[in-house]
């Protein structure tokens, strides 16, 4: 249970902890990519159209299906409230995919011309495919708490977008990159915070969040994996399975920030 000025639970202290070094590893996989010598417009164009494929097919889709389900449940106002999120979530979802292929077009100097089988045809991989099953295999496992897990770590704590808006300044392309995670991270960061907050519940057993601790754990380890994939391997073998045991500088979770939005 809460203390008395305590803005979130012991519970909930204890699973940010065990991920704050994790939200870390993500992050220096994507910032080790930026100043890799490997990096080129091929592995620029590979990175973001995997990042577009996540927007459409993990983002749009998904927000567009539970739309169309809570249509027709609109009497109660407590109904159209969670239609009106809902739609929101759709709005920021489709904006994303919007300034991320407009970034594809900075980059390639075309427009973003692939149908939606084009893009899951190319944009699909394997680790990404991977942290999916497992967030499913979770909420078969345990259906609240594996919904929980998910939006816990469907952010992974803003590390794409917080990383990519320090590009400022670095050229041409990654002036439009910072620009364009900047307006995103500015969608993302207040949604995943309270994904995280989401995740506190005082009735909460022991047992629920040592299950979710591990819930939580196990997806953050292989979204390292997936982001390593995603940006050509920015850090080796040895440096990810040192992230993945938390030898990594960590992220701290923004208590201040979260503390207002409760309010």
């Known amino acids: 249970m809460k203390q008395k000025d305590a803005p979130i639970s012991a519970g909930l202290a204890n699973l940010i902890q065990a991920n704050e070094h994790l939200w870390g590893g993500e992050a220096e996989i994507i910032a080790s990519y930026w100043e890799s010598p490997t990096r080129n417009p091929e592995t620029d164009k590979k990175w973001l159209v995997h990042q577009i494929y996540k927007e459409y097919w993990h983002g749009i889709l998904p927000s567009l299906d539970e739309f169309t389900q809570q249509l027709p449940h609109t009497r109660a106002q407590s109904e159209r409230s969670s239609l009106l999120e809902t739609a929101g979530v759709l709005h920021d979802e489709t904006r994303h995919f919007s300034l991320l292929t407009g970034l594809f077009r900075d980059l390639e100097g075309v427009d973003f011309g692939l149908s939606a089988h084009e893009l899951k045809e190319r944009g699909r991989w394997r680790e990404d495919d991977e942290l999916m099953n497992l967030r499913k295999q979770h909420r078969v496992e345990s259906a609240a708490l594996g919904q929980r897990a ?114």
Request: aromatic fraction near 10%; proline fraction near 2%.
């Open 150 to 263: 998910y939006r816990f770590t469907e952010g992974g704590y803003c590390a794409l977008f917080r990383e990519g808006m320090r590009r400022k300044g670095c050229g041409a392309f990654d002036d439009a990159l910072a620009e364009v995670c900047r307006r995103i991270y500015e969608d993302e960061f207040n949604h995943m915070v309270l994904g995280i907050i989401g995740a506190d519940d005082a009735l909460m057993s022991q047992s629920d969040w040592d299950t979710l601790i591990r819930f939580t754990t196990e997806q953050m380890k292989l979204r390292m994996g997936m982001r390593n994939a995603q940006f050509s391997h920015p850090v080796s073998d040895d440096r990810l399975d040192e992230l993945r045991a938390g030898r990594g500088a960590p992220v701290r979770f923004d208590i201040e920030r979260a503390t207002k939005l409760m309010r």
